[in-house]
């Protein structure tokens, strides 16, 4: 994974407004992505996942795009909600590899 | 909630000295992941457990060990530690083991602070 330091991308939106979260990935050969939601004080929470054969996959009031050319992942929240606020984690994994790679995060804020 | 639990949930200890931390597995899932996550970063890589065998590793030195149970449980030794191993250990489960394209849910975490 990369060494991002300590200060987190931040994203601040009005609650009921849609949110986009943005993740760029380091690895060509990544052929599954997942967006993790973590709060404080917890886990990360598994909130969708992609394979590279696929484009878009949507959840409930989420949505995931990826972009293999130029390796962009990005996460939709759809009329977001206080709860939503927590840092947002993307992670990439290469085939039968063990391991995920976690991006840098982002800090989500839901305003009132 | 994920199902998988860890403990403990909070430990203090001081440099030199040697941890365990102890990690369930979701219900029918037989693979368990370790990271570690520092302060406003995301979670690294540590190792993985599958049929009871480390399954892969990260960038993490020999005095990162693990264990895997019959039960699929799972341990996380850390000797000799060090002040920068102060961090949250995450446990994911999983299910496939050698597949490797199944999504890892994650437990709570165990906070070491090391002094």
């Known amino acids: 994974g990369e060494s991002v330091g300590l200060h987190l991308p931040t994203l601040s939106v009005q609650e009921g407004d849609n949110s986009i979260i943005n993740c760029a990935y380091s690895?060509?050969?990544?052929?599954?992505f997942i967006w993790y939601k973590q709060e404080s004080g917890k886990g990360p929470q598994f909130i969708i996942d992609?394979?590279?054969?696929?484009d878009k996959r949507q959840g409930q009031r989420v949505t995931v795009l990826l972009n293999k050319t130029v390796k962009h992942l990005s996460l939709q929240i759809a009329a977001t909600q206080p709860g939503d606020s927590a840092v947002y984690f993307c992670?990439?994994?290469?085939?039968?590899?063990?391991?995920?790679?976690f991006g840098s995060g982002t800090q989500l804020t839901v305003l009132p | 909630e994920t199902g998988v639990t860890q403990s403990p949930t909070h430990l203090i200890k001081t440099r030199g000295q040697q941890v365990t931390l102890r990690c369930s597995s979701q219900?029918?899932?037989?693979?368990v992941s370790w990271y570690q996550q520092a302060l406003g970063q995301g979670p690294q890589f540590i190792f993985q457990?599958?049929?009871?065998?480390?399954?892969g590793r990260g960038n993490f030195p020999p005095r990162f060990s693990g264990l895997q149970f019959p039960n699929y449980s799972s341990e996380l030794n850390v000797n000799a530690l060090e002040l920068d191993d102060s961090a949250l250990y995450l446990c994911?489960?999983?299910?496939?083991?050698?597949?490797?394209?199944?999504?890892?849910?994650f437990g709570p975490g165990t906070r070491l602070l090391v002094l």
């Open positions: 690895n060509s050969a990544s052929d599954y």
């Open positions: 219900s029918g899932h037989n693979t």
């Open positions: 992609i394979r590279s054969n696929m």
């Open positions: 994911a489960s999983s299910s496939g083991g050698d597949r490797g394209r199944e999504t890892q849910y």
């Open positions: 992670a990439e994994k290469v085939g039968s590899a063990r391991q995920l790679t």
């Open positions: 457990y599958y049929r009871e065998e480390e399954n």
